[in-house]
């Protein structure tokens, strides 16, 4: 059973550059996220979606665009990448949409930006 | 304040000992909580849920305190395994959005 699974696991980008971390899960989970960890501050929701078609912002949502064309997958854009950027990211789902129940994480995406 | 905050620790064991971490937290209204297990670079993992009172799963006992707005982890006999940091989680309830506050962490060391 695959789960929440994220690609790719490590990355290493130029200043100004753009890719796309992707995300997704096999549980039919309606709810999905993205959080970014860094060192002393715990993880920070980026965004997040309730269901296919539906994206909102989290604390953290600058330089980052979300979109959720489908169930399984939710997929995090980097515009314009900055050294600010420089994180682990983890995507997250959950079969319950007020989100009382466990989150489901993926393996995390190391991304470092030059 | 943050909405979760905790001891970044690190709290250093030997084994067997019993050891205890505090998270506060700020939002009243929160109903459920959560502790979360992280082992180095991996992705966290739901440890325990704590909804009223308490909650007990073999050597971990979660407990909530709602008239001080804080919720402890005590850990019984700690193995080297217990070794990890620990995530207290709230709900959050800003402007209807519907996630999970994660709390920094606090680090357990486990020592021989």
């Known amino acids: 059973n695959a789960g929440v699974t994220q690609t790719p696991k490590f990355q290493v980008l130029k200043t100004g550059q753009s890719m796309t971390l992707q995300c997704a899960q096999d549980m039919n989970h309606e709810y999905m996220s993205w959080y970014r960890q860094d060192p002393g501050m715990g993880l920070r929701l980026i965004h997040y979606?309730?269901?296919?078609?539906?994206?909102d912002q989290g604390e953290v949502p600058n330089g980052y665009n979300v979109s959720r064309s489908t169930t399984e997958d939710f997929p995090l854009r980097l515009l314009s990448a900055a050294p600010s950027q420089t994180s682990v990211y983890f995507c997250a789902s959950t079969g319950d949409r007020g989100v009382t129940g466990e989150l489901f994480f993926g393996e995390g995406s190391r991304l470092t930006v030059l | 304040r943050k909405e979760v905050e905790q001891d970044p620790g690190p709290f250093n064991v030997p084994e067997g000992a019993t050891v205890a971490f505090n998270c506060t937290y700020s939002?009243?209204?929160?109903?459920?909580f959560f502790w979360y297990r992280q082992d180095c670079r991996k992705e966290p993992k739901l440890l325990m849920s704590?909804?009223?009172s308490g909650n007990e799963d073999g050597r971990f006992t979660a407990q909530l305190n709602r008239a001080s707005q804080y919720i402890s982890l005590l850990i019984r006999d700690s193995k080297l395994s217990d070794s990890a940091t620990y995530l207290c989680v709230a709900p959050r309830f800003d402007t209807g959005r519907r996630a999970l506050t994660f709390g920094s962490g606090t680090r357990l060391q486990v020592q021989p």
């Open positions: 979606s309730v269901g296919a078609g539906i994206t």
């Open positions: 704590v909804y009223s």
């Open positions: 939002n009243s209204a929160s109903q459920s």
